[in-house]
């Protein structure tokens, strides 16, 4: 049901904002590949609808990356000693359904990819600054969150322990930590 509410209103909020110039019809988001530029790797999902897809189909959680790839020195570093790293691709490949979410500087992405990317870091209060991350569960809610870098043994504990966190758990958690 969540993820339901959660794709509609998604679904809604892209159309407010991708609404076509003067002629008010709807601009239909393009598929991965088309011409959305590309993650780091195959592996890497770029849009959040076919993420969670994948998520369900797959039983999976979702790993959702936000990076400035090419002028965030922590996000680079994350990439080149984490992400790229075959402890962390191994488990990925096992457990999570990654999703890629860059605000490049150098290049520029398609209009409709940059907003997707500021609609899915503004539904999961992806504030933090670069890199920023979260996983979810299949039915797309928060189970962790974590902002900065880390080195490949803390990033991989943090995931580790996502994987094992359900939703509940981790509201629990938001309040046990308000309540302090």
């Given at each position: 049901?969540?993820?339901?509410?959660?794709?509609?209103?998604?679904?809604?909020?892209?159309?407010?904002?991708?609404?076509a110039g003067d002629s008010g019809q709807q601009v239909k988001l393009p598929a991965q590949g088309e011409d959305?530029?590309?993650?780091?790797?195959?592996?890497?999902?770029?849009?959040?609808?076919?993420?969670?897809?994948?998520?369900?189909?797959?039983?999976?959680?979702?790993y959702v990356l936000s990076t400035g790839s090419d002028w965030c020195g922590w996000c680079i570093k994350l990439?080149?000693?984490?992400?790229?790293?075959?402890?962390?691709?191994?488990?990925?490949?096992?457990?999570?359904?990654?999703?890629?979410?860059?605000?490049p500087s150098k290049i520029k992405l398609p209009a409709k990819q940059d907003k997707h990317n500021s609609l899915?870091?503004?539904?999961?209060?992806?504030?933090?600054?670069?890199?920023?991350?979260?996983?979810?569960?299949?039915?797309?809610?928060?189970?962790?969150?974590?902002?900065?870098?880390?080195?490949?043994?803390?990033?991989?504990?943090?995931?580790?322990?996502?994987?094992?966190?359900?939703?509940?758990?981790?509201?629990?958690?938001?309040?046990?930590?308000?309540?302090?």
């Amino acid at each position: 049901m969540k993820k339901i509410l959660l794709s509609l209103m998604i679904l809604s909020s892209l159309t407010l904002f991708l609404a076509a110039g003067d002629s008010g019809q709807q601009v239909k988001l393009p598929a991965q590949g088309e011409d959305w530029v590309e993650g780091p790797g195959p592996e890497w999902e770029l849009n959040y609808d076919e993420a969670l897809e994948r998520a369900e189909k797959e039983h999976k959680y979702i790993y959702v990356l936000s990076t400035g790839s090419d002028w965030c020195g922590w996000c680079i570093k994350l990439r080149n000693d984490v992400l790229t790293n075959s402890k962390f691709k191994r488990f990925a490949e096992e457990n999570l359904v990654l999703l890629y979410l860059d605000s490049p500087s150098k290049i520029k992405l398609p209009a409709k990819q940059d907003k997707h990317n500021s609609l899915v870091r503004e539904m999961y209060d992806m504030d933090d600054g670069f890199p920023s991350a979260v996983v979810l569960d299949e039915d797309g809610d928060i189970v962790a969150r974590r902002s900065g870098y880390g080195n490949l043994d803390s990033y991989m504990a943090f995931l580790k322990k996502a994987v094992k966190t359900s939703a509940e758990d981790y509201e629990a958690e938001l309040k046990k930590r308000k309540k302090r």
